[in-house]
C-alpha cells in the first residue's frame, strides 16, 4: 500500500521543486544567524530619540513587524503603525523611527516611502536582504542590517520570516523601544527546533497535528482566529495559506469577531461546506477572552461550521509565538501538497508584478 503523500518524502520532494520544506526545517537557523548579523548595526545616539514608529513593509516583509508589534503589545514604549503604501502618512517627522523593510530588497512600495523618509529627515533604518534598497540604504549612510540568506534555500521571502521577525525584534531592541534578552534568543531557537520535529515530515500523520488540521483545509476556505499576542500569527498563518496552499484563507481576532461575523456565518448555506475555522488559542489570554472562545466555539456548532483548534503548550509568549509560527507554516505547506500543489510557484504574484514593470 502506497504511504500518504504528506509521509512519503520522495513524493514531497518531486512536488517541491525549490525544497521550500529546507527553509522550514532550517528557522533555527535563520533565527541564529540572524543575531549574528545584527551587531554589525551601528545607530547614532539620537535614534533613541523618538516618539513613534512607522514600519514600511509589504506582504511577507510587514508580516514580521505585525508579529512583533503584537507580540510586544504591552511593553512598546512608543506607538508602533505598519505601512504598505508608495506614501507616508502625515504625521512623520524627525521624530520618527522609520525602519524600511524588505525581504528582496527590491519593494518600490517601500523604496517610495523611504526615499520620503530621508527627505522629512526621520530616524531611518532599513532591513533587507539586498538589491536597490541596500544599495541606497549605503549611499545615503542610513543604518541597514542586511542580511544573507543561505538558510532560506527555497528563496521565498514568505518563508525568511526567522530571519525578519527576530531582525525587527532585535532591531527593535536596540532603539530602546523594547527590551529582549540572548536567554530569550536560546530558548526561541529551542522551540522552533523542537515544534520542526514535532510538526516535520518525519512525524507520522497520526501523529502529527499540522499534517491533520492540513487535511481539514481540503476544499474548503480557511479562516484562523487570534488574539493578543498571537494576532500577528493569525495573520502569518492566512497569508502562507495564501501562497503556500493556494488557498483562500484569512483571519479574524477575538473579541471583535464577536460584535458582528457570528451574524454572517449562517448563510449562504454553502459555508457548512466551504468554510473551516482554525482557533488559536492560549491560556496566557486575558480570562475574557478565553471564555469567549468556547462561546465562539457553540455558535459554530449550532450553525455546523467546521472549525479546529490548537491549544499553545508553550507557558511563554514569545515561544508560543513560534510555536504556532511551526504549525502554520506546516500547514500551509502541507495544504499545497494534498492538492498535488508545487507550493514554491506564485504565478499569478509574478504576473501582476511583471505587469507592473511596463
Known sequence: MAKPILDDLVAIKKLDSQDMLASLQLLSNQIRQICQQVKAVKLPISYKKIDKVLILGMGGSALCAHVVKTLFSKELKVPVE??????????????????????????????????????????????????????????????????????????????????MIVGHLLLWAKTGILKFSQSQIKAMIKTAALYDTKFGVLTLSKENLAKQLAKLTNRRSVWYIGSEHLVGNTHVAANQMNENGKRFAGYFLIPELNHHLLEGIDNPSSNQRNLLFVLLESKLYDERVQKRYKITEQILQKNNICYDKYLCQEKDKVLQMIEVLVLSSYVGYYAALLKGIDPNLIPYVNYFKQKMKK
Request: glycine content about 8%.
Open 82 to 163: 505598519i505601512v504598505g503604501d508608495y506614501h507616508l502618512p502625515g504625521y512623520v517627522n524627525n521624530k520618527t523611527l522609520v525602519i524600511a523593510s524588505s525581504y528582496s530588497g527590491t519593494t518600490e512600495e517601500v523604496l517610495s516611502s523611504a526615499r520620503e523618509a530621508k527627505q522629512k529627515k526621520t530616524k531611518l533604518l532599513v532591513i533587507a536582504s539586498g538589491n536597490k534598497l541596500v544599495a541606497w540604504a549605503k549611499a545615503q549612510s542610513v543604518p541597514a542590517l542586511i542580511f544573507s540568506t543561505e538558510n532560506n534555500p527555497c528563496r521565498q521571502p514568505r518563508m525568511g520570516l526567522g530571519y
